[in-house]
Protein backbone atom coordinates (compact mmCIF):
# COMPACT_ATOMS: atom_id res chain seq x y z
CA UNK A 1 0.00 0.00 0.00
CA UNK A 2 1.47 3.35 -0.88
CA UNK A 3 2.70 6.03 1.79
CA UNK A 4 0.61 8.82 2.41
CA UNK A 5 1.99 10.30 5.15
CA UNK A 6 3.13 13.36 2.86
CA UNK A 7 1.16 15.72 1.07
CA UNK A 8 3.60 16.39 -1.51
CA UNK A 9 3.57 13.75 -4.98
CA UNK A 10 7.06 13.10 -6.77
CA UNK A 11 7.96 14.07 -10.10
CA UNK A 12 5.91 11.19 -11.56
CA UNK A 13 8.11 12.21 -14.99
CA UNK A 14 11.04 11.19 -12.73
CA UNK A 15 9.99 8.42 -11.07
CA UNK A 16 8.92 6.77 -14.30
CA UNK A 17 11.59 7.38 -16.22
CA UNK A 18 13.99 5.72 -13.40
CA UNK A 19 11.68 2.47 -13.39
CA UNK A 20 11.99 2.18 -17.32
CA UNK A 21 15.63 2.84 -16.90
CA UNK A 22 16.04 0.19 -14.40
CA UNK A 23 14.53 -2.61 -16.06
CA UNK A 24 17.87 -2.55 -17.98
CA UNK A 25 19.30 -4.34 -15.15
CA UNK A 26 16.40 -7.07 -13.95
CA UNK A 27 16.45 -9.50 -17.37
CA UNK A 28 13.35 -11.14 -15.29
CA UNK A 29 11.50 -8.31 -16.06
CA UNK A 30 12.45 -7.63 -19.36
CA UNK A 31 12.36 -11.43 -20.80
CA UNK A 32 8.14 -11.33 -19.39
CA UNK A 33 8.28 -7.67 -21.19
CA UNK A 34 9.19 -8.77 -24.18
CA UNK A 35 7.62 -12.18 -23.67
CA UNK A 36 4.25 -10.01 -23.50
CA UNK A 37 5.00 -7.95 -26.89
CA UNK A 38 5.39 -11.00 -28.89
CA UNK A 39 2.23 -12.66 -27.65
CA UNK A 40 0.25 -9.31 -28.58
CA UNK A 41 1.76 -9.79 -31.68
CA UNK A 42 1.17 -13.59 -32.25
CA UNK A 43 -2.74 -12.76 -31.16
CA UNK A 44 -2.83 -9.88 -34.11
CA UNK A 45 -2.15 -12.57 -36.51
CA UNK A 46 -4.34 -15.11 -35.02
CA UNK A 47 -7.01 -12.85 -35.26
CA UNK A 48 -6.19 -12.12 -38.66
CA UNK A 49 -6.31 -15.64 -39.96
CA UNK A 50 -9.94 -14.93 -39.47
CA UNK A 51 -10.59 -14.56 -43.22
CA UNK A 52 -7.16 -16.30 -44.33
CA UNK A 53 -9.32 -19.40 -44.95
CA UNK A 54 -12.05 -19.52 -46.83
CA UNK A 55 -15.16 -21.81 -44.61
CA UNK A 56 -18.54 -22.65 -45.92
CA UNK A 57 -21.00 -19.85 -44.36
CA UNK A 58 -18.53 -17.54 -43.35
CA UNK A 59 -18.13 -14.02 -44.36
CA UNK A 60 -15.05 -13.54 -46.21
CA UNK A 61 -14.95 -9.10 -46.10
CA UNK A 62 -12.32 -8.04 -43.40
CA UNK A 63 -13.82 -5.13 -42.58
CA UNK A 64 -14.59 -5.88 -39.08
CA UNK A 65 -11.21 -6.99 -38.67
CA UNK A 66 -9.33 -3.52 -40.49
CA UNK A 67 -11.46 -1.60 -37.65
CA UNK A 68 -11.28 -3.71 -34.85
CA UNK A 69 -7.85 -5.80 -34.60
CA UNK A 70 -5.53 -2.66 -34.59
CA UNK A 71 -7.50 -1.35 -31.73
CA UNK A 72 -6.95 -4.72 -29.81
CA UNK A 73 -3.43 -4.29 -30.41
CA UNK A 74 -2.75 -1.17 -29.41
CA UNK A 75 -4.76 -0.90 -26.43
CA UNK A 76 -2.58 -4.10 -25.61
CA UNK A 77 0.74 -2.26 -26.55
CA UNK A 78 -0.12 0.67 -24.36
CA UNK A 79 -1.15 -1.71 -21.20
CA UNK A 80 2.35 -2.84 -22.18
CA UNK A 81 4.33 0.82 -21.73
CA UNK A 82 1.95 1.52 -18.73
CA UNK A 83 3.07 -1.96 -17.22
CA UNK A 84 7.14 -1.59 -17.96
CA UNK A 85 6.52 2.19 -16.74
CA UNK A 86 4.91 1.52 -13.14
CA UNK A 87 1.38 2.76 -14.07
CA UNK A 88 -0.65 -0.88 -13.35
CA UNK A 89 -3.70 0.55 -13.07
CA UNK A 90 -3.58 2.70 -16.18
CA UNK A 91 -2.20 -0.85 -17.64
CA UNK A 92 -5.67 -2.78 -16.14
CA UNK A 93 -7.75 0.15 -17.79
CA UNK A 94 -6.38 -0.75 -21.17
CA UNK A 95 -6.41 -3.89 -21.02
CA UNK A 96 -10.08 -3.54 -20.25
CA UNK A 97 -10.29 -1.72 -23.78
CA UNK A 98 -8.03 -4.43 -25.45
CA UNK A 99 -10.25 -7.34 -24.23
CA UNK A 100 -13.55 -5.30 -24.56
CA UNK A 101 -12.76 -4.42 -28.05
CA UNK A 102 -11.89 -7.99 -29.13
CA UNK A 103 -15.09 -9.35 -27.73
CA UNK A 104 -17.24 -6.97 -29.52
CA UNK A 105 -15.14 -7.55 -32.82
CA UNK A 106 -16.54 -10.93 -32.37
CA UNK A 107 -19.60 -10.11 -31.78
CA UNK A 108 -19.74 -8.04 -34.99
CA UNK A 109 -18.40 -10.65 -37.01
CA UNK A 110 -21.41 -13.23 -35.85
CA UNK A 111 -24.06 -10.25 -36.81
CA UNK A 112 -22.14 -10.34 -40.33
CA UNK A 113 -22.19 -14.00 -40.51
CA UNK A 114 -25.95 -14.00 -39.71
CA UNK A 115 -26.57 -11.68 -42.95
CA UNK A 116 -24.78 -13.44 -45.04
CA UNK A 117 -24.49 -12.37 -48.95
CA UNK A 118 -21.68 -10.01 -48.32
CA UNK A 119 -23.62 -8.27 -46.36
CA UNK A 120 -22.29 -6.37 -43.49
CA UNK A 121 -24.57 -5.97 -40.27
CA UNK A 122 -26.22 -2.74 -39.73
CA UNK A 123 -24.96 -2.22 -36.39
CA UNK A 124 -21.25 -3.05 -36.95
CA UNK A 125 -21.89 0.11 -40.16
CA UNK A 126 -23.29 2.30 -37.26
CA UNK A 127 -20.19 1.90 -35.29
CA UNK A 128 -17.53 2.28 -37.40
CA UNK A 129 -19.32 4.77 -39.15
CA UNK A 130 -19.04 7.21 -35.80
CA UNK A 131 -23.01 6.82 -35.92
CA UNK A 132 -23.10 4.73 -32.85
CA UNK A 133 -21.22 3.86 -29.49
CA UNK A 134 -19.70 0.44 -28.97
CA UNK A 135 -22.28 -2.02 -28.06
CA UNK A 136 -23.04 -2.89 -24.27
CA UNK A 137 -21.33 -5.56 -22.62
CA UNK A 138 -24.25 -7.18 -21.70
CA UNK A 139 -26.05 -7.43 -25.17
CA UNK A 140 -22.81 -8.72 -26.35
CA UNK A 141 -22.07 -11.59 -23.84
CA UNK A 142 -25.92 -12.55 -24.07
CA UNK A 143 -25.42 -12.74 -27.95
CA UNK A 144 -22.01 -14.83 -28.01
CA UNK A 145 -23.72 -17.35 -25.25
CA UNK A 146 -26.42 -17.99 -28.36
CA UNK A 147 -23.92 -19.46 -30.98
CA UNK A 148 -23.97 -22.36 -32.12
CA UNK A 149 -20.56 -23.62 -31.16
CA UNK A 150 -20.72 -21.93 -27.89
CA UNK A 151 -24.10 -24.32 -27.08
CA UNK A 152 -22.56 -27.12 -27.68
CA UNK A 153 -19.60 -26.58 -25.67
CA UNK A 154 -22.05 -25.52 -23.04
CA UNK A 155 -24.27 -28.60 -23.41
CA UNK A 156 -21.25 -31.00 -23.69
CA UNK A 157 -19.31 -30.02 -20.43
CA UNK A 158 -22.06 -28.92 -18.21
CA UNK A 159 -20.77 -25.36 -18.35
CA UNK A 160 -21.21 -21.67 -19.47
CA UNK A 161 -18.05 -20.39 -21.72
CA UNK A 162 -17.85 -16.88 -21.53
CA UNK A 163 -18.19 -17.04 -17.52
CA UNK A 164 -14.56 -16.55 -17.22
CA UNK A 165 -14.10 -13.72 -19.87
CA UNK A 166 -17.54 -11.54 -17.83
CA UNK A 167 -15.30 -12.07 -14.76
CA UNK A 168 -12.18 -10.59 -16.07
CA UNK A 169 -14.45 -7.71 -17.59
CA UNK A 170 -15.76 -7.45 -14.29
CA UNK A 171 -12.24 -7.50 -12.70
CA UNK A 172 -10.84 -4.66 -14.66
CA UNK A 173 -13.96 -2.25 -13.93
CA UNK A 174 -13.18 -2.38 -10.55
CA UNK A 175 -9.68 -0.38 -11.93
CA UNK A 176 -12.08 2.06 -14.27
CA UNK A 177 -14.35 2.77 -11.64
CA UNK A 178 -11.89 3.07 -8.64
CA UNK A 179 -12.80 0.84 -6.48
CA UNK A 180 -11.10 0.70 -2.96
CA UNK A 181 -10.41 -3.25 -3.28
CA UNK A 182 -10.64 -5.36 -6.02
CA UNK A 183 -14.23 -7.68 -5.69
CA UNK A 184 -11.92 -10.77 -7.43
CA UNK A 185 -8.57 -10.76 -5.81
CA UNK A 186 -9.30 -8.59 -2.87
CA UNK A 187 -6.31 -6.46 -3.45
CA UNK A 188 -6.13 -2.65 -4.26
CA UNK A 189 -7.69 -1.56 -7.34
CA UNK A 190 -6.98 2.36 -7.18
CA UNK A 191 -3.79 4.17 -6.18
CA UNK A 192 -4.50 4.61 -2.32
CA UNK A 193 -4.81 0.99 -1.84
CA UNK A 194 -2.32 -0.33 -4.02
CA UNK A 195 1.31 -1.54 -3.50
CA UNK A 196 3.00 1.29 -5.51
CA UNK A 197 2.79 5.07 -6.11
CA UNK A 198 2.07 6.22 -9.45
CA UNK A 199 5.22 5.05 -11.84
CA UNK A 200 6.78 3.09 -9.14
CA UNK A 201 7.77 -0.35 -9.73
CA UNK A 202 6.27 -3.17 -7.87
CA UNK A 203 6.89 -6.88 -8.69
CA UNK A 204 4.17 -7.70 -6.73
CA UNK A 205 1.93 -5.49 -8.55
CA UNK A 206 3.83 -6.48 -12.15
CA UNK A 207 3.31 -10.14 -11.45
CA UNK A 208 -0.72 -9.23 -10.77
CA UNK A 209 -1.06 -7.33 -14.40
CA UNK A 210 1.44 -9.62 -16.00
CA UNK A 211 -0.82 -12.42 -15.13
CA UNK A 212 -4.13 -10.54 -15.92
CA UNK A 213 -2.68 -9.30 -19.35
CA UNK A 214 -1.95 -13.24 -20.48
CA UNK A 215 -5.51 -13.91 -19.23
CA UNK A 216 -6.73 -10.90 -21.62
CA UNK A 217 -4.97 -12.71 -24.70
CA UNK A 218 -6.43 -15.89 -23.54
CA UNK A 219 -9.79 -14.56 -23.44
CA UNK A 220 -9.50 -12.96 -26.57
CA UNK A 221 -8.28 -16.29 -28.29
CA UNK A 222 -10.11 -18.78 -26.75
CA UNK A 223 -13.87 -16.79 -27.43
CA UNK A 224 -12.63 -16.50 -31.39
CA UNK A 225 -11.95 -20.21 -31.63
CA UNK A 226 -14.76 -21.41 -29.79
CA UNK A 227 -17.20 -19.80 -32.06
CA UNK A 228 -14.26 -20.13 -35.03
CA UNK A 229 -12.15 -23.26 -34.75
CA UNK A 230 -10.68 -22.81 -38.14
CA UNK A 231 -8.09 -20.37 -36.56
CA UNK A 232 -6.67 -22.70 -34.59
CA UNK A 233 -5.24 -24.98 -37.30
CA UNK A 234 -4.65 -21.60 -39.85
CA UNK A 235 -2.03 -20.67 -36.74
CA UNK A 236 -0.49 -24.11 -36.20
CA UNK A 237 0.29 -24.37 -39.81
CA UNK A 238 0.78 -20.64 -40.50
CA UNK A 239 2.87 -19.69 -37.76
CA UNK A 240 4.96 -22.47 -36.38
CA UNK A 241 8.03 -20.38 -36.27
CA UNK A 242 9.42 -19.81 -32.84
CA UNK A 243 9.35 -16.31 -33.75
CA UNK A 244 5.75 -16.55 -32.23
CA UNK A 245 4.16 -17.64 -29.40
CA UNK A 246 2.74 -21.45 -29.54
CA UNK A 247 -0.98 -21.64 -29.15
CA UNK A 248 -0.38 -22.73 -25.83
CA UNK A 249 1.36 -19.84 -24.72
CA UNK A 250 -2.03 -17.90 -26.05
CA UNK A 251 -3.95 -19.88 -24.52
CA UNK A 252 -3.40 -18.93 -20.93
CA UNK A 253 -4.97 -19.30 -18.29
CA UNK A 254 -6.63 -22.73 -17.20
CA UNK A 255 -10.12 -22.02 -19.08
CA UNK A 256 -8.85 -21.00 -22.00
CA UNK A 257 -6.12 -23.90 -22.10
CA UNK A 258 -9.27 -26.55 -21.93
CA UNK A 259 -10.72 -24.62 -24.81
CA UNK A 260 -7.65 -25.39 -26.91
CA UNK A 261 -7.72 -28.70 -25.90
CA UNK A 262 -11.47 -29.03 -26.49
CA UNK A 263 -10.63 -28.08 -30.15
CA UNK A 264 -7.47 -30.25 -30.34
CA UNK A 265 -9.17 -33.25 -29.25
CA UNK A 266 -11.95 -32.49 -31.89
CA UNK A 267 -9.69 -31.78 -34.83
CA UNK A 268 -8.18 -35.24 -33.94
CA UNK A 269 -11.10 -37.11 -33.73
CA UNK A 270 -12.53 -35.95 -36.84
CA UNK A 271 -9.06 -36.48 -38.88
Excluded at 46 to 72: A, C, H, M, S
Excluded at 79 to 90: D, E, I, P, R, V
Excluded at 171 to 192: C, H, K, P, W
Aim: glycine share 4%; charged share 20%.
Amino acid sequence: MMDITTNEEPNVLEVALSTINKLAHQPDIMNRLNELATKTTSLHLFLRLYDDYEKEGLDQDDEILNWTVPVITRELNAALWNLASGFYKTAATCLSSALEMGIVALYFQVLENEKGNQVMSKEFVEWYSYNASTPSWKKVITKLKQDQNIEKFSKQFDYVPLKEVNDLYSYFQDFIRNRNLSSIDTEGANYMNMRNSAGEFSNDEFLRFSDAFDSTIGMIASSWALVYPHIVEGYSHTYSSTSYSTLVDLFQPLYPQFVLYHLNTKSTAGA
